[in-house]
């Protein structure tokens, strides 16, 4: 059996992401058989069986690929496949989900790692201590020891579990804030609906002619303040006509 062949099956039956070193521990033995004389040629040999196995999953022949994940190797759904593949998921059983504060807290941690309960919620406006409860029961957090403060608040840290839920190999792949707020901003201006533009009204003009079109025979003609009190007497403070 070639080591390429071998190096598939390892990746295949592995539950969670297998390491390099890992792998070469395991053909080792089998490598040194075929003539390898240390284990830095071993290791060199597997790079490159590894290497070779992903270019042929990489082919449009292939629904799956092997990645690197969370610091080891796994076979994965392509992108592409993602709508069939989800079909069949949620076919089986209910997808796990987050409460949005469980996402806000998340991406805090996310960002901010290490980082205390006290500091999430200063950032976010709102006590956390509920939500961080979530966060460890589904093992996306992890304590990573305490600050060197007053009371020593624990700090908390995301795990490989939150690697391979996110898809990510390290924490070093998510977008940077300014290419989430872009993200944000392209997704917000999705959802918003084009603004119609206001019809303009015929302004007292006909449609043959530029010319406003007369209403004086319409109006009424308005004597000015000045015309009115030349030809109306003047009012005395009793109410009746001046004399």
């Known amino acids: 059996m070639s080591l390429k062949a071998k190096l598939e099956a ?3 039956a592995a539950e969670t992401p297998i ?6 521990q395991l053909v080792k033995a089998s490598c040194f058989t075929d003539g390898a004389t240390n284990e830095a040629e071993v290791r060199s040999q597997v790079r490159a069986a590894l290497e070779e196995l992903s270019r042929d999953y990489c082919t449009p022949d292939h629904g799956i690929e092997v990645r690197q994940l969370a610091g080891g190797y796994r076979m994965s759904t392509k992108p592409e496949q993602h709508d069939v593949v989800s079909a069949f998921a949620k076919s089986l059983k209910p997808p796990i989900r987050l ?3 469980a996402l806000e ?15 999430i919620s200063e950032i976010r406006g709102v006590d956390s201590s509920g939500v961080i409860a979530t966060l460890l029961d589904r093992k996306l ?4 020891g305490r600050k060197a403060v007053i009371g020593r608040p624990i700090l908390y840290r995301t795990t490989k579990e939150f690697l391979l839920r996110f898809g990510l190999n390290d924490v070093s792949e998510l977008p940077s804030m300014e290419e989430f707020e872009k993200l944000v901003a392209e997704s917000f201006e999705s959802e918003v609906p084009p603004e119609t533009k206001p019809v303009a009204e015929d302004a007292g003009t006909d449609s043959g002619s530029a010319e406003p079109t007369s209403r004086a025979d319409d109006s009424v003609a308005v004597r000015s303040g000045d015309e009115q009190a030349a030809d109306e007497p003047p009012i005395s403070q009793e109410g009746e006509p001046a004399a």
């Open 10 to 12: 390892i990746i295949y």
């Open 19 to 24: 390491t390099l070193d890992q792998m070469v």
């Open 99 to 101: 409460s949005l504060p």
């Open 105 to 119: 807290t998340l991406a805090v941690i996310a960002y901010k790692q290490p980082v205390t309960v006290p500091e």
């Open 141 to 144: 957090i992890a304590p990573a």
